[in-house]
């Protein structure tokens, strides 16, 4: 069994900073790609940043020049350092494991973490 487990959400203000953690445990696993998603209330889930095998980075533009995605080879932990959050930025915020950025892309990830919630008020 393999469990993704996210951490570091919370209430912050509008233009506060977050860094989200997301730890496997469990039996070890290989991954293409992990990264990740938020839904707000009443919207569909979206792609919000990915790192690939390769250290590749990707970012949803809403996101882009204030997140960043980093990862701890040894650990296989992933990191979403947010800053300057808005908040339109409020969503519960799923990591999820892939084997590869194709299936990312497309959602089809073979783990997903509990989530955590993002509050950023204004």
């Known amino acids: 069994q393999v469990q993704l487990t996210e951490s570091g959400g919370g209430l912050v203000q509008a233009g506060g900073s977050l860094r989200l953690s997301c730890a496997p445990s469990g039996r070890a696993f290989t991954w293409g790609a992990m990264g990740w998603f938020r839904q707000a209330p009443g919207k569909e889930r979206e792609f919000v940043a990915a790192i690939d095998w390769n250290g590749n980075t990707y970012y949803t533009d809403s996101v882009k020049g204030r997140f960043t995605i980093s990862r701890d080879n040894a650990k296989n932990t992933v990191y979403l350092q947010m800053s300057s959050l808005k908040p339109e930025d409020t969503a519960v915020y799923y990591c999820?494991?892939?084997?590869?950025?194709?299936?990312?892309?497309?959602?089809?990830?073979?783990?997903w973490g509990q989530g955590t919630q993002v509050t950023v008020s204004s």
């Open positions: 999820a494991a892939c084997g590869s950025s194709l299936q990312l892309a497309a959602g089809r990830c073979d783990y």
